[in-house]
């Protein structure tokens, strides 16, 4: 099949969760012998860039309008452009502002699939006209014959969604190799440090994570990895909070897999501070690779929680767990998250693909 993954900003990913997806799924396509199409938009290019490897295009335009329709605008901009030059098979649309893009080609009979976004309404950053775009092709597409698909039990929950209208593929961790990435002027030993990777917004928590690492008096290294993925003016406030403790770095945003599997198996600790649903890439990889975790208290990171996982709400809570975190590991143990393969992702993807009432 020719299928189309678009409504991400694009591969390779450097962005969060849907950007992730549509780079795993192209990898797994080709597997399958299909061949992908991905959109995507930025606002670092100015002109359209085509990349093909291995049979698979990679199609980026320049991002246009205000944050809050960019998603929606540039997908359509793309989608039409491609329209004249292909036809496809099979398309994936990633995100309910999106709903339009799936509409278009479910009506030309083109086997469709719409990823709906997370609790868009929790999201600090996102106006309120944003908030209302996300809950109105909701409930259009909701109400359309178009499969759709969630990340998280949590997110169809918190969505109030049938079971039988949506379908539940959560993400799987990234298996690589492991490569100890080279930080100038930070020596970096094993089980001496504790990490914590995220984009620099208000839901992640950064803030009251440095708050509540200061107060443990913990003197391993702290280092929070994602400077320039986020809101500039949280990126100052983490950076003011940081300069107080000589311990904690804050460090440039990191895609390299290999190096992020690495930081993950030789921290003391993971600290996951995610508060907006749904799946978060990095807390599945945590999953696999790190040997403890200490995860923001919420549903979306408690769902398929496992025994290496401890929760905190609030910032004494995140400085108690610090203080006990030699009593909190236990070695030799096997991990209990039954965590699927990309492989079988795919799979659920294709089969979804397939079938069209």
């Not at 780079?23 to 359209?48: C, P, R, W, Y």
């Not at 976004?117 to 178009?146: C, M, N, Q, T, Y």
């Not at 070695?331 to 009432?357: A, F, H, N, P």
Request: with cysteine; proline share 3%.
């Amino acid at each position: 099949m020719k299928i189309l993954i678009c409504g991400s900003r694009g591969i390779p990913a450097q962005y969060g969760g849907f950007e992730s997806l549509a780079q795993a799924l192209t990898m797994n396509f080709s597997d399958h012998e299909h061949e992908v199409v991905v959109t995507g938009f930025s606002n670092e290019i100015k002109e359209q860039v085509i990349n093909q490897r291995n049979g698979n295009v990679s199609y980026q335009i320049p991002g246009r309008g205000p944050r809050f329709v960019q998603n929606f605008l540039c997908t359509w901009m793309a989608t039409q452009d491609l329209d004249t030059k292909h036809s496809f098979d099979a398309v994936i649309v990633l995100n309910d502002v999106n709903y339009f893009v799936a509409r278009k080609y479910w009506k030309k009979g083109v086997r469709t699939v719409l990823h709906l976004d997370g609790a868009e309404a929790k999201r600090s950053g996102l106006p309120l006209i944003g908030k209302f775009a996300h809950w109105f092709f909701r409930r259009l597409a909701v109400k359309s014959r178009i499969p759709l698909v969630v990340d998280s039990v949590a997110i169809k929950e918190h969505m109030k969604l049938s079971s039988q209208k949506v379908a539940v593929i959560s993400y799987a961790p990234h298996v690589n190799e492991a490569k100890k990435p080279e930080y100038k002027n930070l020596n970096l030993e094993p089980n001496r440090y504790f990490v914590a990777i995220a984009r620099f917004v208000d839901e992640n928590q950064i803030l009251q994570l440095i708050d509540g690492y200061i107060s443990s008096g913990r003197d391993e290294q702290l280092l929070i990895v994602g400077l320039g993925t986020g809101s500039k003016k949280y990126e100052v406030r983490v950076l003011n909070a940081a300069q107080y403790d000589e311990d904690i770095h804050v460090l440039p945003k990191n895609y390299d897999r290999a190096e992020i599997n690495w930081l993950l198996q030789n921290a003391k600790g993971y600290i996951h501070g995610h508060s907006v649903g749904g799946t978060n890439p990095i807390l599945v990889d945590a999953r696999l690779h790190a040997e403890l975790i200490l995860s923001h208290d919420n549903p979306y990171n408690r769902e398929n929680s496992g025994h290496k996982e401890h929760f905190w709400s609030n910032n004494d809570q995140l400085t108690n767990l610090l203080k006990s975190i030699d009593s909190l590991k236990v070695s030799g143990e096997v991990s209990d998250y039954g965590l699927d393969s990309w492989e079988t992702i795919t799979l659920q993807y294709l089969d979804l693909l397939t079938k069209r009432d």
